[in-house]
């Protein structure tokens, strides 16, 4: 059970956790390498006047808090279906290699095609998450029909490791293919626009809607495999629709902020604090969560040092490897 019980609890919780969600977009905008004052942020949306600052306000930081707000929410719903259908409270969407899967067809293509455009970045890495997935579902269904979640994570984690390697000897090999993907392979906001994300966002809705849709069911296969079946539920293709959910929603947000890790893991156990595992909740909460966690690495990455902007990906891992010890020590 989780501290908010009641479904009027749970609603007021989801209000206060949407109001901090606009505080930290505020604050995104507000502060970062270059800082701006709260009143000329309220000036760029109440009289616009088409200075440099309002521009970049409205052409920058804005867009840039509205696609980490998406892929946030995105990771936290994707985090959640992976640990119900691998059973595995420490499972991350890096198991899955779809992070490594896209850095190599990344890798791949600045060092045989000489691309190095961010937008071009996204349909690649997009097809390279979503080719690493498929892999790791057809070997998790090999021999048999049903979808096994032990070899689901064994299969994930081969492909994690067989794609970094070759993405590590193209990085030896070809040091200027290291250099034009070094900050998306360690996952960044930075220099995204929205157009990048209006790509992908179709797939983002449609998954996330799915997801939703089939809360019931999850909640009943997390009661165990054997007793879904019994009440008649078709386990099977539920499980092949969650692997889909997760390589759509990875695939859209890795193609265009890069692998970042962690947010995954650490929103949907947040999530279960408050609301417990009705999975409909637990998405919610998740993806809200995800979304603040991912906007709080956001502007840190970018208040930490003056001189320079770190990767997005690098402060998520930091803020997040605390809490993945004090998990890992608790799950043991």
């Known amino acids: ?99 490594a899967g896209a850095s190599f067809f990344i890798a791949c293509a600045v060092f045989f095609f000489s691309i190095s455009s961010l937008t071009s970045f996204i349909w690649i890495a997009f097809l390279g998450a979503t080719i690493s997935g498929l892999i790791v579902f057809i070997i998790g ?9 032990l070899y689901l994570t064994l299969a994930g984690a081969s492909m994690a490791a067989l794609f970094s390697s070759a993405t590590h000897a193209i990085f030896v090999i070809n040091q200027r293919a290291l250099e034009e993907v070094l900050v998306w392979i360690t996952g960044s906001l930075a220099d995204r626009k929205l157009s990048m994300l209006m790509d992908v966002l179709p797939y983002m809705i449609v998954a996330c809607l799915i997801a939703f849709l089939i809360s019931n069911k999850i909640d009943t296969l997390l009661l165990g495999e054997k007793v879904a079946m019994g009440l008649g539920q078709r386990t099977v293709w539920l499980k092949i629709v969650m692997v889909f959910l997760v390589i759509l929603l990875s695939a859209s947000t890795v193609s265009i902020a890069g692998p970042i890790s962690f947010v995954g893991l650490v929103a949907p156990h947040f999530a279960r604090y408050f609301v417990g595992n009705t999975t409909r909740w637990t998405l919610l909460y998740s993806g809200m969560i995800g979304a603040i966690l991912l906007l709080i690495a956001d502007i840190l990455a970018r208040v930490v040092t003056d001189q320079f902007e770190l990767p997005v990906g690098i402060v998520m891992a930091m803020m997040a490897a605390p809490f993945f010890i004090l998990l890992a020590r608790k799950e043991g």
């Open 141 to 149: 269904k090999w021999g048999g029909e049903e979808v096994s979640s």
């Open 1 to 99: 059970m989780g501290v908010l019980q009641s479904s009027k609890t749970k609603i007021v919780g989801g209000f206060l956790g949407a109001v901090i969600l606009v505080i930290c977009m505020g604050m995104g905008i507000v502060f970062g390498t270059t800082h701006i004052s709260l009143q000329t942020v309220i000036d760029s949306f109440t009289h616009f006047n088409g200075s440099q600052e309002h521009l970049f306000i409205k052409e920058i930081r804005l867009p840039r808090m509205i696609i980490g707000t998406v892929v946030g929410i995105c990771l936290g719903i994707a985090g959640v279906l992976l640990q119900a259908l691998t059973r595995n409270p420490l499972a991350d969407l890096g198991i899955f290699g779809l992070h």
